[in-house]
């Protein structure tokens, strides 16, 4: 059976960068305070032609690129988001109109934040005793337009981006080494947007109500991190049969600069080094993980033959977890934007 893993990374923030200062007034804060709870300085927000498409067919582009493959290359195209542009079709169609992988299936995964894990696992599954595939798995959000500024537990944690993998072959013992995801539904009320679906359809009513946006028990969802996702992540590192020493480098989602190195802290990786954006970008949403990989990437920070975690988490409650070893090979020079990214952003 082909081994499959991470051939090139992939990312896009959209231009306009917004600083805590800019925010904090409308909730009720300062800026030092939202850095010191929370590790964030700016975020960035999508333009008001860009939609989530857009951010992610940019990414896909850039690892593509990165890849050395074209779209005509592409079998699967899986997007991970919880904003998309429409209640359909999916936003995967659209990402796949736009960079014209005509020949690819496309479908979106919708598990909030820990998204971009599901999708790489289901890809990992589609490509798995197909010689020669290659997969894009895509993490995007555009969590400015669902957020009620006045609200200081949601409007001061959230940006805008997309992220991108492309999955292919890679050499025997590489690439993807174990996934595990797992829901807890009973807690699903601690993350939602209430209206806009089959339970609370759009109206009026609805909107001035305010149930549009998006609302979070902030402290609800601190104990559930703090109480699963350490055991999950032991849980997978002790399934694929590696020593916990063997991990080099986690990559979280991005939810709480303050909570994840206190997580990093309380796990059993002594070797992992914890890779962190959300002081630049905040919580991407199910971009988060791809965005900050990508960033590792780009830097020169992951190795041939690392041991890579990737950890997701958020509404649902939904938790993604997958090892890999890191196979991509190092950014060459040049190659940071496609020359088709521009004709992409407001397509």
């Not at 992988?101 to 971009?116: E, I």
Request: glycine share 14%; proline share 5%.
């Amino acid at each position: 059976m082909t081994d499959i893993g991470i051939i090139g990374t992939g990312s896009y923030l959209p231009d306009r960068v917004v600083p805590n200062a800019e925010i904090a007034p409308a909730a009720g804060v300062d800026a030092a305070w939202i850095e010191r709870k929370t590790g964030i300085r700016e975020r960035r927000h999508a333009a008001p032609g860009q939609a989530t498409s857009n951010l992610a067919a940019i990414a896909a582009d850039r690892a593509l690129l990165a890849a050395g493959l074209s779209p005509d290359d592409v079998d699967h195209i899986v997007v991970a988001t919880s904003t998309p542009d429409h209640p359909q079709p999916a936003t995967a169609s659209l990402v796949q109109h736009l960079i014209g992988a005509r020949s690819a299936s496309a479908a979106d995964v919708n598990a909030v934040c820990s998204g971009f894990v599901y999708a790489l696992a289901m890809a990992h599954g589609l490509l798995r005793g197909r010689a020669g595939g290659h997969a894009l798995v895509i993490g995007a959000d555009i969590y400015s337009r669902i957020l009620d500024v006045r609200d200081r537990r949601t409007a001061i944690l959230f940006g805008d981006g997309a992220g991108a993998v492309v999955l292919g072959p890679v050499p025997a013992g590489g690439g993807i080494i174990g996934t595990r995801l797992r829901g807890h539904g009973d807690d699903h009320r601690l993350i939602g947007v209430r209206a806009g679906g089959s339970r609370l359809p759009a109206s009026v009513r609805s909107v001035l109500g305010g149930e549009h946006f998006f609302r979070m028990d902030g402290r609800g969802v601190r104990a559930f991190v703090t109480e699963h996702v350490p055991a999950a992540i032991a849980g997978t590192v002790r399934d694929t049969g590696l020593a916990p020493a063997a991990v080099r480098h986690l990559v979280p989602h991005q939810a709480n600069g303050v909570m994840l190195r206190e997580l990093a802290a309380a796990l059993d990786l002594p070797n992992a080094a914890l890779h962190l954006t959300v002081d630049r970008f905040a919580n991407t949403g199910a971009a988060s993980v791809p965005i900050t990989l990508d960033a590792a990437q780009r830097a020169g920070a992951l190795g041939t033959g690392d041991v890579v975690l990737l950890a997701g988490f958020g509404g649902g409650m939904n938790l993604g977890v997958g090892l890999c070893r890191w196979t991509a090979a190092p950014p060459r020079r040049g190659t940071g934007v496609h020359h088709r990214t521009s004709a992409l952003s407001h397509r």
